[in-house]
């Protein structure tokens, strides 16, 4: 089953998509999140596009695991998500919280680790796309989406 996953912040939206199998994340794009419904049409469009049947969506809990604000605004955002999928006939689609503590630090981590080469990312924005913010800082939104989705797969498919 193919999964897209989220990484959503008041600014910016890292998004992942797993393969098919469902057995590997990858950062795919960083959408601008300032107007809620045109990133929720956005990510529609990238269900669609993808025929994903599942967005796992970044849980922020704080360290403690309690929910705090940030995690409130995103519980919303998953709700109308998904309620925006079932009105645009997308019925078959799964919004899932997952608990994305420390998924950012671990992204910043492996980007400043890095050999310093160009990314994919960093190639499609040369090419103008719409609606799209890259910089290194969305790079790590997308990649921590990566980590989110990753965390999700491997607990679905335990090694044996």
């Known amino acids: 089953m193919r999964s897209l996953g989220l990484d959503v912040g008041d600014k910016r ?16 794009t960083v959408l601008a999140s300032e107007d809620e419904d045109t990133l929720i049409n ?8 993808h ?3 599942r967005i796992v969506v970044g849980l922020p809990r704080l360290l403690n ?3 705090g604000k940030q995690a409130n605004k995103v519980t919303a955002f998953a709700d109308k ?12 689609l799964d919004v899932q919280l997952w608990d994305e503590r420390l998924s950012t630090k671990a992204a910043e981590r492996l980007k ?3 050999d310093g080469r160009g990314s994919k990312l960093r190639s499609r924005a040369k090419r103008g796309a719409k609606n799209h913010s890259f910089s290194v800082k969305a790079e790590v939104d997308a990649i921590a989406a990566a980590f989110i989705l990753q965390g999700f797969l491997d607990s679905h498919h335990p090694e044996q």
């Open 13 to 28: 939206t890292g998004v992942a998509i797993s393969d098919p199998q469902g057995i590997l994340a990858t950062p795919l």
């Open 42 to 49: 956005e990510i529609l469009k990238l269900v669609e596009q």
């Open 51 to 53: 025929k994903a049947e």
């Open 65 to 67: 695991g309690e929910l």
């Open 81 to 92: 998500l998904s309620w925006r999928a079932k009105q645009s006939n997308l019925n078959q």
């Open 112 to 114: 400043t680790g890095a």
